[in-house]
């Protein structure tokens, strides 16, 4: 499986950027996907999750604010982010999951490249 990131920007604080993360081996239909965000010097954290079946979850600061969904024709993931603010600013990835916790990175296999978000204040 390959992922490749796109969308990523510089945007101002209250503005809005929709990542995708395009697919290609595997059954993108059968697999749950991810969004993680990393920040200048810490850590990769969770952002969103979309199950195979469609159900979603988020990190609490982003609910709200964000959207994951998929395209199962398109095998592409979306984040669509509104109402950014500049602690949004990081580098997100989207991966797959392979079961376990969705909020935890050992959960994942395959990992996009990544997408610079900055958020200005």
């Known amino acids: 499986v390959q992922l490749q990131a796109s969308g990523g920007g510089l945007v101002q604080a209250g503005g809005s950027l929709r990542l995708s993360c395009a697919a290609s081996?595997?059954?993108?239909?059968?697999?749950?996907m991810g969004w993680f965000r990393q920040a200048p010097g810490k850590g990769r954290t969770f952002v969103a999750y979309?199950?195979?079946?469609?159900?979603?979850y988020y990190q609490d600061d982003v609910k709200g604010r964000f959207t994951i969904s998929r395209d199962n024709a398109k095998n592409t993931v979306y984040l669509q982010m509104n109402s950014l603010k500049p602690e949004d600013t990081a580098v997100y990835y989207c991966?797959?999951?392979?079961?376990?916790?969705?909020?935890?990175?050992?959960?994942?296999?395959?990992w996009g490249q990544g997408t610079q978000v900055t958020v200005s204040s």
């Open positions: 991966a797959k999951f392979k079961g376990g916790y969705y909020y935890s990175t050992s959960s994942y296999e395959y």
């Open positions: 081996g595997g059954t993108f239909s059968n697999y749950g």
């Open positions: 979309i199950s195979a079946g469609g159900a979603t």
